[in-house]
């Protein structure tokens, strides 16, 4: 099946730090990638949609200045969070989603923590 | 905007017994998508469903997608240890062309042994 691999898989930060997550399919082109955010025990949220080689469109409530993401190629996409706040503290999970078809393939996730 | 609403919320059952999860959209779904998360894991898909009325079987696990395609059901035939974790299902609509996958809020099912 689909792998899609996640890097880092936990990170802890000061508040303030910038912190940059990847996100990779690692064999299939996935021409739209997904980042959500999930709190313990609750459902993922959708955060923003990116597809390769245009902007990311953000679900309302989310800041793009605050997380940026950036779609670069067909197997990469990056979200970083940028002046990390404790409040930002989650788990942040991507998927990708190869072109045409619906099923989408969720990385292992990134716990972040910011102190 | 649309959502996607699930029940129940938790659920705890014997090793043997029946479970069943059901999912409500607001709006017409293109297609509806379920997922079992194991915890400290993260979401794997187990299947999509896309025309009305639709079942499908994956050993014990039952799934449907209502006539309206608003609705769908999960359901899993004697229970055991290995399918504890929490089941999403995800509505996938169009809009404003673009397609979005929202997700219910869970079912966590707990099995005793």
């Known amino acids: 099946g689909a792998v899609v691999s996640q890097h880092p898989s936990r990170v802890i930060c000061k508040s303030g730090t910038s912190v940059k997550i990847e996100c990779r399919s690692l064999?299939?082109?996935?021409?739209?990638m997904f980042w959500y955010r999930q709190f313990p025990k609750q459902s993922l949220m959708l955060m923003a949609t990116s597809n390769e080689g245009s902007k990311a469109t953000y679900e309302q409530g989310v800041e793009k200045d605050k997380f940026l993401i950036n779609h670069a190629s067909l197997t990469l996409s990056t979200l970083t969070v940028t002046s990390a706040h404790p409040e930002d503290s989650s788990f942040y999970i991507c998927s990708a989603r190869e072109n045409l078809r619906e099923t989408q393939y969720f990385g292992p996730g990134t716990r972040l923590l910011v102190l | 905007g649309q959502q996607v609403m699930q029940i129940p919320q938790y659920q705890h059952v014997q090793e043997g017994e029946d479970f069943t999860t059901y999912c409500n959209s607001s709006t017409t779904l293109s297609n509806i998508q379920w997922y079992k998360q194991r915890p400290g894991g993260h979401p794997v898909f187990l299947i999509q469903l896309v025309k009305s009325g639709e079942v499908k079987k994956q050993k014990r696990l039952t799934f449907q997608f209502g006539e309206a395609k608003k609705n769908s059901s999960l359901h899993i035939t004697a229970t055991q240890t290995t399918d504890v974790g929490t089941y999403f299902c995800a509505g996938q609509y169009v809009d404003m062309g673009r397609r979005a996958l929202t997700f219910g809020s869970g079912t966590r099912l707990q099995v005793q042994p």
């Open positions: 064999d299939f082109q996935a021409t739209t």
